[in-house]
């Protein structure tokens, strides 16, 4: 089993400055990475697949990059609405695996 | 718009089986894989089970094998998930999701199961 670590667990940035999660998995997934955005109450949302292909809709400011085992979400210049729980999930390898999640939350 | 309508969740006893149910409307059921994730109160995301098209191929969690069973009608345009022998660490948010093969693109509300004595 592929397992994904997050980091940080929680980060805390000002409206308006950039986020930098981290998301490493313990062997290689090419770029079969994706990231979902949860928010309290509600399902995850997907965000990001294949790495860094953006799903449809979503805003500009959100880009994320990387290959292998290293990979990088990146939120410049945050909204209110930014705030919530981010996971990244691998689709390289079954069972499909998630990271335990980075909480964002306003300083 | 694609929805997704979890049914079927509920407080249980240990031991007992639920039978969890996910209304498909919005796209063309029959042509994606679907799958089935969990979340634990005030956890992570957890992957459970996932069906291909047609239901040949379904792949589970090791925490589920043996005791969970996803299948499909797609006549019915409707995911099901049997759950037997609960026990108290399958309490969670059961959520319905399209897609298998890679990512999951679209998620249900979610249905909660509580497994408790």
């Known amino acids: 089993e592929i397992v994904m670590t997050q980091s940080p667990v929680t980060l805390s940035v000002s409206p308006g400055e950039r986020a930098t999660l981290s998301c490493r998995a313990s062997q290689s997934v090419s770029s079969n990475l994706v990231w979902y955005q949860q928010k309290p109450g509600q399902a995850p949302r997907l965000l990001i697949y294949g790495a860094s292909t953006r799903a449809t809709g979503l805003p500009a400011r959100f880009s994320g990059s990387g290959s292998g085992t290293e990979f990088t979400l990146n939120i410049s210049s945050l909204q209110s609405e930014d705030f919530a729980v981010y996971y990244c999930?691998?689709?390289?390898?079954?069972?499909?695996?998630f990271g335990q999640g980075t909480k964002l939350e306003i300083k | 718009e694609v929805q997704l309508l979890e049914s079927g969740g509920g407080l249980v006893q240990p031991g007992v089986s639920l039978r969890l149910s996910c209304a498909a409307s919005g796209f063309t059921f029959s042509s994606y894989a679907m799958s089935w994730v969990r979340q634990a109160p005030g956890k992570g995301l957890e992957w459970v089970s996932s069906?291909?098209?047609?239901?040949?191929?379904?792949f589970y969690a090791d925490s589920v094998k043996g005791r969970f069973s996803i299948s499909r009608d797609n006549s019915k345009n409707t995911l099901y998930l049997q759950m037997n022998s609960l026990r108290a660490e399958d309490t969670a948010i059961y959520y319905c999701?399209?897609?298998?093969?890679?990512?999951?693109?679209?998620w249900g509300l979610g249905t909660l199961v509580t497994v408790s004595s």
């Open positions: 999701a399209k897609g298998a093969y890679n990512y999951f693109d679209s």
């Open positions: 069906i291909g098209v047609s239901g040949g191929a379904a």
């Open positions: 999930q691998q689709y390289n390898n079954w069972p499909r695996t």
